[in-house]
């Protein structure tokens, strides 16, 4: 009884063996003979070129799987390039007396390779990304605590730290949002892609439709009105300049301006009433 009780459960059941087609055996004793001149010259670079072909699909697997997981603007190509290198690195430094399976071997180096590739790409260092990491959780924890969001003090206070070093946290954690001006928006048929760059607007820059449009309407506007009239509309809704500022600008009192810009807008008013259907719209 005692030694049915000690008995492992299942230790009678042996593993069903793999069994290996012809064309596998055939291409495992290749890549083994492949291995083993190699080995013999490793300034081979067409035997090494072999090994690399023939490993190949590892990098492309663990290339997807950690690209699969980044946000957008890192180029899979970017990864798997550097994942060769690593692969190569460990073609080099595999050692086949020790008995491990180079698949083993190869995988830590592959993606050691990818993420050193992807520290170098992130130009914000680790421990800044860690600090704006604490304070976001920081200030989600008093959201939810108070309500609202909380005050430079009251995170201060939460995080044990003064003032001062909260405020140096912040400023550093805003590089954290910044984003490559070269990141892809979208990929095309031709051979150059749209960056962000290309669609980012220029507030600073006229839009020459607007330009024209406005110059048109100016015109319209002023036509009929006498030297005085044309500068009061132009310094007032153009140049946005006070009653006060035109009535220094052309030497008249601020009451008369605006006396004056009454007349006009209800002459205006009246000039293009008429002239309705020529725009489509009401003039109110």
């Not at 492309?60 to 950690?66: A, D, F, P, S």
């Amino acid at each position: 009884m005692s030694a049915t009780l000690s008995a492992k459960p299942y230790a009678g059941i042996a593993r069903k063996p793999v069994v290996k087609t012809p064309a596998q055996e055939k291409l495992e004793a290749e890549i083994a003979e492949v291995w083993r001149q190699y080995k013999l010259d490793p300034t081979d670079k067409a035997l090494r070129n072999r090994l690399v072909e023939q490993y190949l699909p590892l990098v492309k697997y663990n290339g997807e799987r950690i690209w699969s997981r980044l946000p957008d603007g890192v180029e899979l190509d970017d990864l798997i390039s550097a994942g060769v290198f690593g692969l190569m690195d460990a073609i080099n430094a595999f050692d086949m007396e020790r008995g491990v399976k180079f698949e083993t071997y190869c995988v830590p180096r592959i993606r050691g390779a990818m993420l050193d590739e992807l520290r170098s790409m992130d130009w914000v260092p680790r421990l800044v990304r860690s600090k704006a990491s604490k304070l976001n959780e920081a200030i989600k924890q008093l959201e939810t605590k108070n309500g609202r969001t909380p005050t430079e003090i009251e995170l201060s206070e939460h995080m044990e730290i003064s003032v001062q070093e909260l405020e140096k946290m912040m400023q550093e954690a805003n590089a954290v949002g910044l984003i490559s001006l070269d990141k892809k928006w979208y990929e095309t048929d031709s051979y150059k892609d749209v960056r962000e760059i290309d669609i980012l607007e220029d507030k600073r820059s006229d839009d020459p439709t607007r330009r024209v449009q406005k110059s048109d309407i100016m015109r319209l506007v002023t036509k009929g009105l006498n030297r005085n009239e044309r500068l009061i509309i132009i310094l007032y809704y153009y140049e946005e300049l006070t009653m006060k500022e035109i009535g220094v600008t052309l030497d008249l009192s601020e009451s008369r301006v605006s006396q004056m810009h009454s007349a006009i807008v209800q002459r205006l008013q009246g000039q293009l009433g008429r002239r309705q259907p020529e725009f489509g719209v009401s003039v109110s």
